[in-house]
Every structure is written in structure tokens, then in C-alpha cells.
């Protein structure tokens, strides 16, 4: 059961966020049959997110009170608005579900949403799977942002936003559970998951 007179306390890529009077709600599927989560709720009052990146961000955890499976270490897009008052309300919304193109037929016909889709495995990018592999052979190793940052740089990658890349492909390797994430906000850093060997 969910209680929302509890704060909800979101962590994001830049920064935590607690917000009051918060709901989380799946959204209908749109044009092309993607259907999203949406955590929504009210900032304290005064509380300017200019620390939070608006747009593409990354959400490491939820806490939402009474809802213990809630996704983390997923990409989001945030969206903050102010209505006057002294309180903002910020809205996080991540892809849950895919139906298929012909979803609005079927609702129409049926009057419900088909089956969804069964999702793609994800494929890395080169420079993830150059990571990935580097990560491996120096299994034990705490891979922190700027420790991605050099290993991109000694193979060459422009310097301009190989920061954020470097952190956003180590959260994205640690979603697809290749790494695990340790440490606090300001010392975080990523370990290799060992895979499990075959009984």
C-alpha cells in the first residue's frame, strides 16, 4: 500500500530531489505505442532545481513509500514547473512498456490494450563494449567517472563531453546489471558483476 503523506526521495545523476504529495502513474501509451512510468510531485517550497539537469537525466533510485520495486538506474527525462506559487512540481518519466503499432485498433475494438511487446536486448555501443572489456580485465577495480574519462582519452575520444559520456555509459552498463554501484553522491564508483557459474 502506497502512503504518499510520506516525502518521496528521488536520486538523480546531479543531485537528490524530495518531493511531497507525489504519485506514480503509468501513462497511456502514445503515438507509437510506448507507454511510460511517471513519478510526480511537489518540491519544498523555495527549492530551485538548478542543479537538477532538466531533459535527459539518469534516475540511480526511488524511494517511494510503500512501493518497494520501483525502477532504478534508468534514464528519464525531468520536468519541472512552477504554477504560481511558492512550490514547484517536478515530473520523471521513464519507457515501461511497448505495445504493438496497432494498439489504438485493438483498444478501440476491444476496449483493451494488447499484450505488450516483449522487450529487445539492449546492445552496446562500441565505446560501451571497449569499456566493458577494459572493466573485465581489471576486474577489483573502483571505476569511477574520471577513471572512464582517462581510458576514453588514451583511446583517442574528443575531449569535448567525454565526461558525461564516460558517466552516463557507466550508469547505462550498470542498468544492463554488468556493474554495480557503490559509494556516496560525491565519491560514487562502479564494480565489475562477476558472472554466476553454471551449476
Not at 44 to 52: C, F, W
Not at 151 to 180: C, I, M, N, V
Request: aromatic letters at 10%; charged letters at 20%.
Amino acid at each position: 500500500m502506497t502512503d504518499s503523506t510520506l516525502p518521496a526521495i528521488v536520486e538523480l545523476f546531479d543531485g537528490k530531489v524530495t518531493l511531497t504529495g507525489w504519485s506514480l502513474t503509468e501513462l497511456s501509451p502514445d503515438y507509437y505505442g510506448h507507454s511510460y512510468m511517471q513519478i510526480g510531485g511537489w518540491l519544498p517550497n523555495g527549492y530551485q532545481p538548478g542543479l537538477i539537469s532538466q531533459g535527459t537525466n539518469h534516475m540511480v533510485r526511488a524511494d517511494l513509500p510503500g512501493i518497494p520495486d520501483v525502477a532504478q538506474d534508468v534514464n528519464v527525462t525531468v520536468e519541472t514547473k512552477g504554477y504560481g506559487g511558492p512550490q514547484r512540481f517536478m515530473k520523471i518519466q521513464w519507457r515501461h512498456l511497448s505495445y504493438p503499432e496497432n494498439w489504438l485498433d485493438v483498444l478501440r475494438d476491444t476496449g483493451k490494450l494488447p499484450a505488450p511487446l516483449v522487450p529487445e536486448t539492449p546492445t552496446l555501443t562500441r565505446r560501451q563494449q571497449l569499456l566493458l572489456a577494459k572493466i573485465r580485465e581489471s576486474a577489483g577495480l573502483r571505476w569511477a567517472t574520471g577513471v572512464a574519462q582517462a581510458f576514453y582519452r588514451e583511446l583517442g575520444y574528443a575531449k569535448r563531453g567525454l565526461r558525461h559520456g564516460a558517466r552516463s555509459d557507466l550508469h547505462e552498463l550498470a542498468a544492463l546489471g554488468h556493474l554495480t554501484v557503490h559509494g556516496p553522491d560525491d565519491g560514487r564508483y562502479f564494480l565489475y558483476v562477476q558472472p554466476k557459474e553454471s551449476a
